[in-house]
């Protein structure tokens, strides 16, 4: 004996669709949001200006940043109230190194 099965609606399958494309949005912008607050999104776009070449904490509060700007090297002292200039000088010119 076959037991009686009645028609879907026409919408049900098209429901069901529009529920995986929902869900496959979902996962697809989670994985772009996690990439880029992982920073794997960022775009170079140009050659930067500012570069902080280094970094070196002197104690609580205290920082010396070597910064690279146009050209130009910055040595700038950093406490919790403010920034000083330290030094500036123009950035050396990389050489390079081929063999003659």
Request: hydrophobic share 55%; with cysteine; glycine share 6%.
């Amino acid at each position: 004996m076959i037991p009686f099965k009645a028609d879907e609606p026409f919408w049900t399958p098209l429901i069901q669709a529009l529920v995986i494309v929902v869900v496959l949005c979902a996962i697809a912008l989670a994985a772009l949001w996690a990439a880029q607050r992982r920073g794997a999104l960022k775009i170079p776009l140009g050659q930067r200006r500012l570069r902080v070449l280094e970094r070196l904490v002197l104690g609580r509060g205290c920082t010396l940043v070597l910064i690279e700007y146009d050209g130009r090297r910055i040595l700038v002292g950093q406490t919790a109230q403010m920034f000083s200039l330290l030094d500036s000088a123009p950035a050396p010119v990389e050489r390079s190194t081929s063999a003659l």
